[in-house]
């Protein structure tokens, strides 16, 4: 990166929350990326499993287009065509129930958790160690992490966090619960595929004790797990769920999705939101879900996640591949982790990211084929092969 490049860059007036790279980005097509300098890169990083229908679809563009001139913004205070069926869409791929829609991921689990602590008149709320949930106050306090939520205490009260086993699960649940809240699949601590007798575990200590099965599925959900949804795998069926991310085709936008048992508890006044369920972003996830409900893409992510895992095993310095689907988390020999992903994007023009010191993530789009998935692993192994000294 040349220095005028690198000058061009510089956000002295973006706070500085992320430790950004020195790239900018102007263009984006499938699993591609293009900067201001006109290179090339290949994206397995996906915005963090948002463009998991690849950048730019042609079909979430001409939805936006079509959308944007026809009807923006009209408030949450009336129908539209698109919010309406896009409520329809996620209700029955999933849980049957009812749909509120947010702007974000985080805001997804806010509502979750209002849900919840509603339907039980209060009570706590079991989290486990490893989760991520966001960064507003409810879901920075559902997630234990002493760098995350230390300089932001006091927290909102009534979390429990306990290990991600059932034992543990299975004796946090009381009478006080008002719900379980985990991802299926773990991301942002590595991606951890929770075991099936957890979720099986949790489904009864809830049934027990009159407390809501609450799953967060904003990154491993949407077919990134090679299934429409990760919980569909292991058969246990949540009282609701949160999904984000991917949902938009790129554009902003969260749901929280409920079974029937929770559908009519939120009601007129319990909560809300100005933005949320727009005409546009709505417009644009049902485009999205048009290429996402496919069982032969999921059948795909399933065949291509096993064909990286498999490639990624084979390389010096790696210690252990966690995936499923296309949702891959790879442990490296040492700590540089970070160091190998700022080499793999500025030198070998690979966007992937580091979930901590020793672990590699790859969340590529779910519509990359099998020469992607080689030539990303191709572009990852030398730099690997140089952190274990081989
Ligand atoms: C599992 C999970 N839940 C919640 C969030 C928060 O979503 P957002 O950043 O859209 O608020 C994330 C984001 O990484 C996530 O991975």
Redesign the pocket.
């Known amino acids: 990166m040349s220095a005028t490049s690198e000058s061009r860059t510089t956000g002295d007036h973006l706070m500085p929350t992320y430790a950004r790279y020195p790239v900018r980005f102007v263009r984006g097509e499938g699993a591609r990326l293009w900067d201001d300098d006109g290179h090339e890169y290949l994206d397995f990083l996906s915005g ?2 948002v463009s998991s229908v690849g950048h730019c679809h042609p079909r979430v563009v001409e939805a936006i287009r079509a959308q944007a001139g026809e009807l923006i913004h009209v408030g949450n205070l009336f129908y539209t065509e698109p919010m309406t069926r896009l409520a329809q869409r996620l209700a029955s791929s999933s849980l049957g129930g009812t749909v509120f829609f947010t702007n ?4 997804a ?1 806010e509502a979750a958790l209002k849900l919840a602590r509603k339907a039980k008149s209060a009570g706590d709320v079991v989290v486990l160690h490893r989760a ?4 507003t106050y409810g ?1 920075l306090s559902a997630t234990p992490q002493e760098s995350k939520q230390a300089p932001f205490a006091p927290l909102v009260p009534g979390f429990v966090a306990v290990e991600p086993t059932a034992e543990a699960v299975a004796a946090a649940v009381t009478d006080r619960t008002a719900a379980v809240l985990l ?1 299926p699949v773990q ?2 601590s590595g991606v951890w595929p929770l075991p099936d007798d957890l979720l099986r575990t949790a489904r009864e200590a809830c049934d027990a004790h009159g407390a809501a099965l609450l799953y ?1 599925e ?3 959900g949407l077919g990134r797990c090679g299934s429409m949804w990760a919980y569909q795998q292991a058969g246990v069926v949540p009282d609701a769920m ?1 999904t ?2 991917a949902l938009g085709g790129g554009l902003p936008i ?1 749901a929280l999705v409920t079974g029937d048992r929770l559908s009519q508890v939120l009601q007129p006044g319990d909560h809300g939101s100005t933005f949320a369920g727009g005409a546009v972003v709505t417009a644009a996830a049902n485009a999205a879900l048009d290429v996402l409900e496919d069982p032969a893409l999921h059948a795909r992510v399933r065949e291509l996640g096993e064909r990286i895992a498999a490639r990624v095993e084979e390389l010096p310095g790696v210690r252990a591949v966690r995936h499923r689907g296309l949702m891959i988390g790879f442990d490296v020999t040492g700590t540089d982790a970070p160091g190998i992903v700022r080499r793999a994007l500025l030198e070998q023009r690979l966007v992937c990211n580091a979930t901590g010191p020793e672990t590699i993530r790859f969340l590529p789009p779910l519509v990359i084929g099998e020469a992607e998935a080689d030539e990303a692993v191709d572009r990852i192994a030398p730099l690997l092969a140089d952190a274990a000294g081989s």
């Open positions: 963090i499993s974000s991921g985080a805001e689990v991520f949930h966001g960064r879901a991802e991301g942002e967060d904003i990154q491993c949160t984000a991310k969260g």
